[in-house]
């Protein structure tokens, strides 16, 4: 906590605030911490027009066959469940371990142990949900691993982050250290990795997402192809009428990598494609998923370019 004095300048005063109201909610019953969510994730969805619209485009691209009245339904839907993830953002940093406990079953631990057994570390294969963060402090109760994470701009969040990821996580590895992620699953450590958002060109091929082409980064074939790491997919789902979440191992990947980077990451795609379709109201549609384009092909949120 020492750390954390050097933020008591006043323009700190406002953050403070607002994360004293998420340690309060973080302390609540988890019906009130939902309701909590949904009610933020309306406030949001009339407070932030450039998200609503490149979720609204993101939704449409995705599931041609809804109408507009559909799309703005799941649109709505979505930034309740973004909400909901803020909140369980608070609850990840500050609810008691004895009371996440309660909202959880696993499923599939034992392909993570059949893939550790195999002594050359397990690539967590994941995507951006909404339950991101309390997918993975849920898991890390049960399953000690390594995780990714980028820096927050503010320093006061990242001065809370880092705490909260030194308690509750092995090791945080910066998101573009290769060498860090190589290292641990050298060491048989599992290691959370989540590949499904655009990063550029540079280090990634267009294979489809949705039918439709992506730039998606093919540095899961080559940390497989360097470690000789099993790759285990993990998903979790907030389950319907406040009843917990359920997280999901599942086999790992068989022939992978198989020598083919577009093969293997089209592969990725599809199966986090199968993901979202299950619940995509929770998939992170507010990301510009398409923004990079193939060569000569426009862009799909030319409003939203800066």
Known sequence: MHILRQYLHPRYWLIWLGLACAWTIAQLPYYLQMA???????????????????????????????????????????????????????????????KLILLFQLQGKEYLDAALAKGKGVILLSAHFTTLEIGGRLLAINTPFHVLYRSHKNPLFEAIMHQARSTHFEKAIPRND??????????????????????????AVFVPFFNIPAATITSTSRLAKITGAQVVPFFQQRLPHDQGYQLNLLPALDNFPCGDDKIDTRRINEIIEQQIRKQPE??????????????????LYQADSK
């Open 178 to 203: 290769m060498r860090g992620m190589i290292k641990s699953l050298k060491a048989n450590t599992p290691v959370w990795y989540a590949p499904d958002q655009d990063f550029g060109r540079k280090n």
């Open 282 to 299: 929770q998939y992170l549609w507010v990301h510009r998923r398409f923004k990079t384009r193939p060569e000569g092909e426009s862009g």
């Open 36 to 98: 909590c969510g949904r009610g933020l994730g309306r406030c949001l969805f009339h407070l932030s027009p450039r998200r609503r619209r490149i979720t609204r485009i993101n939704i449409a691209l995705c599931f041609p066959q809804l109408n507009k009245q559909e799309v703005r339904l799941r649109v709505k839907q979505h930034f309740q469940s973004l909400g909901c993830g803020l909140i369980e953002t608070a609850m990840c940093w500050w609810t008691p371990t004895d």
